[in-house]
C-alpha cells in the first residue's frame, strides 16, 4: 500500500511539473486529490528523493 501511494504521489508531481497549473496534491484518509490553487510554491527536486 504505502508503495502504491508513493508512485501516486509521484505521477501527480511528474503531471505538475509538466503543466502550468499551479497546483497541490492533497493527501487525506479517502485518498488524494489534486487542487488548484493560485498559490504558487516552488518544490525542490530532493523533496522527491
Given at each position: 500500500m504505502p508503495e502504491d501511494l508513493i508512485k501516486?504521489?509521484?505521477v501527480g508531481s511528474e503531471f505538475l511539473a509538466k503543466t502550468c497549473?499551479?497546483?497541490k496534491i492533497i493527501i487525506t484518509v479517502d485518498g488524494i486529490q489534486l487542487?488548484?490553487?493560485k498559490?504558487?510554491?516552488?518544490v525542490s527536486g530532493t523533496l522527491l528523493d
Open positions: 501516486q504521489l509521484e497549473l499551479h497546483s487542487v488548484e490553487t498559490e504558487f510554491h516552488p
